[in-house]
């Protein structure tokens, strides 16, 4: 079974760039068929989806953070990462990363989640 | 972007009850609607996927349903287990968005 773990700094100073990393056990990103993404969630709110990547490197975001987001893939390490840059208090929250479902060639849903890791941006 | 609605914001139930979460969104979005449980300090668990299609594992006392911009969760028999905080996401459009989540509660 599937587990993914994310792990990084659990402190950013702004404007400085907030790097996560997420681990994948239990099956290879290598292998393909799913994507990789990552969602936060501010304490108090509602979740946020970040962005996506699938193994070739092609990604999509969330238009209000694809100024500031990049979303890589390590196959190698069997990892995938997110970077955020120029960060606020506003970036602090849970930061999650799933694995990415494909149905019907174009609709993406989160089959698969990481426990979460809490970030928070502060000088 | 779409709006998701959840109802409502908090439940309390009780063990054997049969409850419905309603969620709405701002616009049609045909079936691309998942539910997902989440407790503390654990990863959100993928229950329902395209508004009814109960993901492999999840009891089948869990159901979902609807389709456009209303949408239903129903848990026949509530079990202990069950005591966490639900929320939906519509993905038929970039951005993906979620619901603000509906916790449901021992009576």
């Known amino acids: 079974q599937v587990q993914l773990q994310e792990s990084g700094p659990g402190l950013v100073k702004p404007p400085q760039t907030l790097s996560l990393t997420c681990s994948v056990s239990?099956?290879?990103?290598?292998?393909?068929?799913?994507?990789w993404s990552w969602v936060r969630q501010p304490a108090g709110k509602r979740l946020e989806w970040i962005g996506r990547?699938?193994?070739?490197?092609?990604?999509n975001y969330n238009p209000s953070l694809k100024s500031r987001v990049t979303i890589s893939v390590d196959t190698s390490k069997n990892e995938f990462s997110l970077k955020l840059n120029s960060v606020t208090a506003a970036d602090t929250a849970v930061y999650y990363c799933?694995?990415?479902?494909?149905?019907?060639?174009?609709?993406?849903?989160?089959?698969?989640w990481g426990k979460g890791t809490t970030v928070t941006v502060s000088s | 972007d779409i709006q998701m609605t959840q109802s409502p914001s908090t439940l309390s139930a009780s063990v054997g009850d049969r409850v419905t979460i309603t969620c709405r969104a701002s616009?049609?979005?045909?079936?691309?609607l998942a539910w997902y449980q989440q407790k503390p300090g654990k990863a959100p668990n993928l229950l329902v996927y395209?508004?009814?299609n109960l993901e492999s594992g999840v009891p089948s006392r869990f159901s979902g349903s609807g389709s456009g911009t209303e949408f239903t969760l129903t848990i026949s028999s509530l079990q202990p287990d069950d005591f966490a905080t639900y929320f939906c996401?519509?993905?038929?459009?970039?951005?993906?968005?979620f619901g603000q989540g509906t916790k449901l509660e021992i009576k």
């Open positions: 799933a694995r990415v479902r494909v149905e019907d060639y174009y609709y993406y849903y989160m089959d698969v």
């Open positions: 616009q049609s979005i045909s079936s691309y």
């Open positions: 990547i699938y193994i070739t490197g092609s990604t």
């Open positions: 239990g099956g290879s990103i290598r292998s393909g068929g799913y994507y």
């Open positions: 395209k508004a009814s």
């Open positions: 996401q519509q993905y038929n459009s970039n951005p993906y968005t």
